[in-house]
């Protein structure tokens, strides 16, 4: 290992021209950069302070490089406007031979113009204990990265500004909007993210995301698992959101949804969203559009997926005023509790609708008996249409005796898979 001292920009430029081996760079020093640092070789660069006007400080263009606790400051000081060719440290691999063991750690990056730590096309890679703040759009970018972790960061100070309608925390997206080109087994794990004006934690059409152990805080949008918008075709598949604390308090736009999950037509999305806390936005889920049921499960966190509502009664009976039926679902649990009235004594069979369906089974679903409360009353079997049926979700009285109009009640559990 060779280690070489650095107090201008100068011999740092011909320090990497002559691309020592296994060559750590020690910045001592504050250096104005007016071209990037190019990293074309396996190096480690530690130390520093850099600052750049517009466009990247470091541009990574080898596997094996580390950055360790530099310093590196964009442009917005003197010209506090978005541009996209601000990106701190762009690592920039191909489909054919992407970046591998990219490594940034313990550095300081803010008032970047764009973006901070941009990951194209790398793989087996690490950003980790970084503190990353005032920025006009992503704190952590992978795109087309694959198991690329992001964790221990502070991510923080993301506002939207003139010409730019979203920011990013940490997000995970792809260069080609093709199934190859999908960022797959990445993971945001342990960070503190707040103030993003967008959303705090994306993934656009990931596969195999993992967003576990984070703190989300002041961000419209907490956890965003999506496709992106109308031009795109892949949906986020095998993600996980797990153990994190997403909390809206403190945002400056209007707040949305804390965890939001949502495929397109005929490209459902699928993910584990479980064990999480949300509290101070508009609601706690969101999207729940186009989703593959039997492969997603969104439960035991501090929502149920669906609090207690109302049964739609389009049926044969009335709600009970006194105990309206209602279905919650968490998991893949849905109960229904309540007394339906049969309108009259003749008819008696459909009770009404669970318009969610996130309720609906795969197949008829019973709950069991159910016994008028009057003791002459008659009773039935109570029963959930499933989804191969021409009317999914609807609660039917199957097998049912007498002709009273006594309250029947609704009570039980069954699982939607």
Not at 312 to 337: C, E, H, K, S, V
Not at 350 to 369: D, K, Y
Request: proline letters at 6%; charged letters at 20%.
């Amino acid at each position: 290992m060779v280690r070489m001292p650095i107090n201008a920009a100068g011999e740092l430029y011909a320090a990497l021209r002559n691309k020592e081996p296994d060559l750590v760079v020690e910045a001592k020093a504050e250096l104005e950069l007016h071209r990037p640092i190019v990293l074309d070789y396996p190096v480690r660069v530690t130390g520093g302070r850099f600052k750049v006007q517009d466009g990247p400080a470091f541009v990574i263009a080898a596997s094996g490089v580390t950055l360790d606790s530099c310093t590196i400051i964009g442009g917005r000081d003197e010209n506090d406007s978005y541009s996209s060719a601000q990106k701190l440290i762009h690592a920039t691999g191909t489909q054919e031979r992407p970046l591998a063991g990219i490594t940034v750690r313990g550095c300081r990056l803010w008032r970047s113009r764009a973006d901070n730590v941009w990951l194209e096309w790398c793989v087996d890679s690490l950003v980790t204990n970084n503190v990353i703040t005032e920025y006009l759009y992503s704190g952590v970018m992978g795109v087309s990265a694959n198991r690329v972790v992001v964790s221990g960061n502070v991510i923080r100070d993301a506002p939207l500004s003139d010409g730019v309608v979203n920011t990013y925390g940490i997000a995970f997206t792809d260069l080609d909007n093709t199934e190859q080109a999908r960022s797959r087994d990445c993971s945001a794990v342990g960070n503190q993210v707040s103030l993003i004006d967008w959303e705090g934690i994306d993934t656009h059409g990931g596969d195999g995301i993992s967003v576990v152990a984070n703190t989300v805080v002041g961000c419209p949008r907490g956890i965003a698992l999506v496709t992106g918008n109308e031009t795109r075709h892949a949906a986020p598949t095998r993600c996980v959101v797990s153990a994190n604390t997403v909390n809206g308090a403190g945002s400056r736009r209007p707040v949305r949804e804390a965890i939001f999950l949502g495929g397109i037509p005929n490209v459902p999305a699928n993910a584990t969203i479980t064990g999480n806390h949300m509290t101070g936005h508009q609601s706690a889920f969101g999207g729940l559009s186009y989703i593959d049921r039997p492969k997603t499960f969104i439960g035991d966190n501090n929502f149920p997926l669906l609090d207690w509502s109302a049964i739609t009664m389009d049926g044969d009976y009335t709600a009970d005023p006194a105990n309206p039926p209602q279905y919650r679902i968490d998991g893949n649990t849905i109960w229904l509790r309540g007394n339906v009235i049969p309108k009259a004594d003749g008819r008696r069979t459909v009770i009404g609708h669970l318009r969610n369906g996130h309720a609906w089974p795969g197949a008829l679903m019973w709950l069991g008996e159910s016994h008028g409360l009057d003791p002459a009353a008659g009773r039935g079997v109570v029963g959930v249409l499933g989804a191969d049926s021409d009317n999914p979700g609807r609660v039917q009285m199957f097998a049912v005796e007498g002709t009273d109009t006594s309250p029947y009640p609704l009570s039980g559990s069954y699982q939607a898979l």
